[in-house]
């Protein structure tokens, strides 16, 4: 069976710090194929961008989030220069069993209408799965 990437966006990453849920359990408890965590190269890029113009909370969740990549280990997938992070998510799931973990409304609504799995935080406490169908 293949394995699933499932892909944090940057917004999802601030979640631990901002709401102090465990994303990485959460997570685990939904999914019950076998994954792995990515990330992209601009999600990194964008952290590092909140830590050096925002200050406080932003700035504060943003370091924490960055921390949670390096301890997890999770790869970043490169994405092509001139390309929105959003637009190099919705690419994503054509190159195979991709779910996306995300907060952000308008990218939501455009994965779950082009078919792909997302995972969001409800309630400010629990993450859930949308969309899902499973994989192969």
Same mark, same amino acid.
């Given at each position: 069976m293949a394995i699933t990437h499932v892909v944090l966006d940057t917004n999802f990453l601030l979640i631990p710090?901002?709401?102090? %849920? =465990? @994303?990485f359990s959460q997570i685990d408890r939904i999914? $019950? %194929?076998?994954?792995? +965590? +990515? *990330? /992209?190269?601009? &999600? @990194? =890029?964008? /952290?590092?961008k909140i830590i050096k113009e925002q200050k406080g909370k932003d700035r504060d969740a943003a370091r924490i989030a960055l921390k949670l990549v390096a301890i997890k280990n999770i790869k970043a997938i490169k994405t092509r220069s001139g *390309? !929105? $992070?959003d637009d190099a998510i919705l690419e994503l799931p054509q190159k195979?069993?991709? @779910? %996306?973990? &995300?907060q952000d409304k308008d990218l939501k609504r !455009?994965?779950?209408n082009q078919g792909t799995a997302v995972i969001i935080l409800r309630q400010k406490k629990k993450i859930e799965i949308v969309n899902y169908k499973g994989f192969a």
């Open positions: 710090y901002q709401f102090k %849920v =465990d @994303i999914l $019950t %194929v076998k994954y792995e +965590f +990515f *990330v /992209l190269d601009k &999600t @990194i =890029d964008e /952290l590092k *390309v !929105r $992070t195979g069993n991709f @779910i %996306v973990a &995300t !455009r994965l779950i």
